[in-house]
T-cell receptor, first 117, second 114 residues
Framework: NAGVTQTPKFRVLKTGQSMTLLCAQD?????MYWYRQDPGMGLRLIHY???????AKGEVPDGYNVSRLKKQNFLLGLESAAPSQTSVYFC????????????????FGQGTRLTVV | GNSVTQMEGPVTLSEEAFLTINCTYTATGYPSLFWYVQYPGEGLQLLLKATKADDKGSNKGFEATYRKETTSFHLEKGSVQVSDSAVYFC?????????????FGTGTQLKVEL
């Protein structure tokens, strides 16, 4: 059982380049999230999805786009990378409780360390 | 908006020492509260949670009680081990709009020495 898998694990980009980070989960979870982790700031939500074909903005969405064409995948795109986007990116997923306790556990991937030079 | 404040680290303890990591929050309504742990080179894992006031979450010897009157959710463990060395994040949930979106504190690094 792989859980949440992120690719790539490391990447160095030049300013202005574009890239896509892939997140895949095999737990049939409805909800998926992208966070970024920066020193002294904890994790901040970039975008999230409550189901296939839906996406919504989080706390820090500027400079990023996302897509959820398949339930198991959630893609994070950087169209024109900037040094301020140097960070560690985490994908997470969680399931719908179907009316029970809505505070279901989030399962995280191992992260992607992105450096923009 | 929602926010979480937790004590600055790093925290260095000897094995078998008592651990407290403070966490306070600001939120509208009554969020659920969580502690997540991140071991070196890994993603975050849920350690424990509490969904309403006076609830106590517990797991692996760690405990935290949801205190609405002081808006706090301090993490405690009576006797830490070297294997507890990790970064600990306090978080609260936001269920508006669907999903379980988390607001995290800055994280507290714990190092336990023999």
């Amino acid at each position: 059982n792989a859980g949440v898998t992120q690719t790539p694990k490391f990447r160095v980009l030049k300013t202005g380049q574009s890239m896509t980070l892939l997140c895949a989960q095999d737990m049939n979870h409805e909800y998926m999230y992208w966070y970024r982790q920066d020193p002294g700031m904890g994790l901040r939500l970039i975008h999230y999805s409550v189901g296939e074909g839906t996406t919504a903005k989080g706390e820090v969405p500027d400079g990023y786009n996302v897509s959820r064409l398949k339930k198991q995948n959630f893609l994070l795109g950087l169209e024109s990378a900037a040094p301020s986007q140097t960070s560690v990116y985490f994908c997470a997923s969680s399931y719908s409780s179907g009316g029970g306790d809505m505070n279901t556990e989030a399962f995280f991937g191992q992260g992607t360390r992105l450096t923009v030079v | 908006g929602n926010s979480v404040t937790q004590m600055e680290g790093p925290v260095t303890l000897s094995e078998e020492a008592f651990l407290t990591i403070n966490c306070t929050y600001t939120a509208t309504g009554y969020p659920s509260l969580f502690w997540y742990v991140q071991y070196p080179g890994e993603g975050l894992q849920l350690l424990l949670k509490a969904t309403k006031a006076d609830d106590k979450g517990s797991n692996k010897g760690f405990e935290a009680t949801y205190r609405k009157e002081t808006t706090s959710f301090h993490l405690e463990k009576g006797s830490v081990q070297v294997s507890d060395s990790a970064v600990y994040f306090c978080a609260l949930s936001d269920l508006r709009g669907g999903g379980n979106k988390l607001t995290f504190g800055t994280g507290t690094q714990l190092k336990v020495e023999l």
